[in-house]
C-alpha cells in the first residue's frame, strides 16, 4: 500500500492541509483546479451576488459538470478505442492470411517451377530420340 499523502495547499486563499495516497503534485493539481473553477465562476455577476451557500453549490454543480463530461468523453474514447482495436485485429488478421496466401503461392510456383524442369528434361531426352531415330 503507498503511503498517505499530506500537503498544505492554498483554496480560495485559504491554507489547508489535503491529504491522500496520491502524489504531492496531484494534491496540487487538485487544488488548482478548484482554484480555477472558483476563480470562473467569479466571473459570473450572478455567482458573486449569490449568497455564500448558493456559491457553494453553483461551485460544486460546475464542478459535478466538468466530471460528467470528462466521464462522457472517457466512454467516448474508450468505445473509439474499442472500433480501432478490432480493426486492428482485423488488419492483422488479414496480413496473417495475406502471409499464408504467399507462402502457398511461393510452394504452388516452385513445384511448377520443378514441373517444368522435368518436362524441359523429357522434351530434351524427346528431342534427343528423334534426332537418333533421323539419322
Do not use: P, W
Not at 34 to 51: L, Q, T, V
Not at 71 to 85: I, N, P, R, S, T
Not at 105 to 119: I, N, R, Y
Amino acid at each position: 500500500m503507498t503511503e498517505k499523502t499530506d500537503v498544505q495547499v492554498v483554496i480560495n486563499g485559504k491554507v489547508l492541509t489535503m491529504s491522500g495516497y496520491e502524489s504531492e503534485e496531484y494534491l496540487q493539481r487538485v487544488a488548482l483546479y478548484i482554484n480555477n473553477k472558483i476563480a470562473e465562476c467569479n466571473r459570473s455577476d450572478a455567482y458573486r451576488h449569490a449568497s455564500k451557500d448558493d456559491q457553494h453549490m453553483l461551485l460544486e454543480i460546475n464542478m459535478v459538470d466538468d466530471y460528467f463530461k470528462a466521464k462522457q468523453d472517457a466512454e467516448k474514447f474508450e468505445a473509439e478505442l474499442k472500433v480501432k482495436q478490432n480493426e486492428l485485429y482485423d488488419m492483422k488478421h488479414d496480413v496473417i492470411n495475406k502471409d499464408m496466401m504467399i507462402k502457398q503461392t511461393k510452394e504452388s510456383l516452385h513445384k511448377c517451377e520443378l514441373q517444368l524442369q522435368e518436362a524441359q528434361k523429357k522434351i530434351a531426352v524427346l528431342e534427343a530420340e528423334n534426332k537418333d531415330k533421323r539419322r
